[in-house]
């Protein structure tokens, strides 16, 4: 025989943690992508809601861009940005609880048959 059966174990135990790491390395990777394109598309939503170029090519007599009629956007904007940091921080914790929940149960049923 090759290998004893500590070593097998053993061996086994490395590689399932190794494969566990690079999946939860590819669902951070999946959450940060998505972050960003949420990110990009709120901006583009700021831009064009806060009328940004008409200020811009004429004076306005306004100090600041949230005094402008235009300030509704800004706080659809809010608001939207708001909902999406909530449903990705729970999408995050419930992957988290689902990935302890998975290594609790795997040591449990090493630590039935060992």
Known sequence: MKYGIDESMRMITERKDKLICQNIRKKISVCL?????????????IFDYSGFEKLAAEQSVYGSLMLSEKAGGYI????????VAVVITLFCIKLKEKDEKRKSE???KYEEEA
Do not use: P
């Open 33 to 45: 992508a998505g972050s960003i394109v949420i990110s990009v598309l709120l901006l583009a939503v």
């Open 106 to 108: 795997n040591k449990n």
């Open 76 to 83: 659809i904007v809010g608001i939207a940005s708001f909902v």
